[in-house]
Nanobody, 123 residues
Framework: QVQLVESGGGLVQAGGSLRLSCAAS????????MGWFRQAPGKEREFVAA????????GYADSVKGRFTISRDNAKNTVYLQMNSLKPEDTAVYYC????????????????WGQGTQVTVSS
């Protein structure tokens, strides 16, 4: 099993940037594809970005493409989400997740989840 802990959330003005981190422990990090999801108040959790086990391939939701970048450092057991040009509609709790099944944009593929970190973007 793998345990995930997110950090880096906070309050930022529109147009600003934040970098989220997700530290993994308890298992071999490089065995897992990783993803970021988010859930805004009153809405369902949605896919944001994902990265393969080696970091060689990434994918993004259309709403964040060109603004967000997912990356990972397998030596540090950490996955990152760099968020630039933030908009009020990016306000949500952001979750990282690990998949032993490989790269996926579907929540059902992810068996391990962090507790989430709040991102609030003011206008």
């Amino acid at each position: 099993q793998v345990q995930l802990v997110e950090s880096g959330g906070g309050l930022v003005q529109a147009g600003g940037s934040l970098r989220l981190s997700c530290a993994a422990s308890g298992s071999t990090f490089s065995r897992y594809a990783m993803g970021w999801f988010r859930q805004a108040p009153g809405k369902e959790r949605e896919f944001v970005a994902a990265i393969t086990r080696t970091g060689g391939s990434t994918g993004y939701a259309d709403s964040v493409k060109g603004r967000f970048t997912i990356s990972r450092d397998n030596a540090k057991n950490t996955v990152y989400l760099q968020m630039n040009s933030l908009k009020p509609e990016d306000t949500a709790v952001y979750y990282c997740a690990a998949s032993s099944l490989g790269y996926s944009q579907f929540m059902s593929s992810y068996g391990y989840w962090g507790q989430g970190t709040q991102v609030t973007v003011s206008s």
